[in-house]
């Protein structure tokens, strides 16, 4: 990974469209290979969703830095 999850938190540079799309596609790739294989929509919305807690993280604390992961890899 060319940088830690916290220096692209701080970066704030904007993604274009198509990155910000290649970023999406390169999570769901990634939420797919480590077996989340359901076919469940709602199980990835789940997963992701930023209303489960007060604290803005998503209810899987791990789909962040897969997150931030995947805009790293479309970079």
Not at 13 to 25: N, W
Not at 30 to 45: K, P
Not at 63 to 72: F, P, R, S
């Amino acid at each position: 990974m060319a940088g830690s999850a916290n220096s692209l938190a701080r970066s704030g540079e904007p993604l274009t469209v198509i990155d910000a799309y290649r970023a999406m596609v390169a999570f769901l790739e990634t939420y797919w290979e480590r077996g989340n294989r359901t076919g469940d929509l709602a199980s990835v919305l789940s997963d992701i969703s930023l209303e489960t807690f007060a604290d803005i993280k998503p209810a899987d604390p791990a789909q962040w830095g897969d997150w931030l992961h995947a805009i790293d890899r479309t970079r």
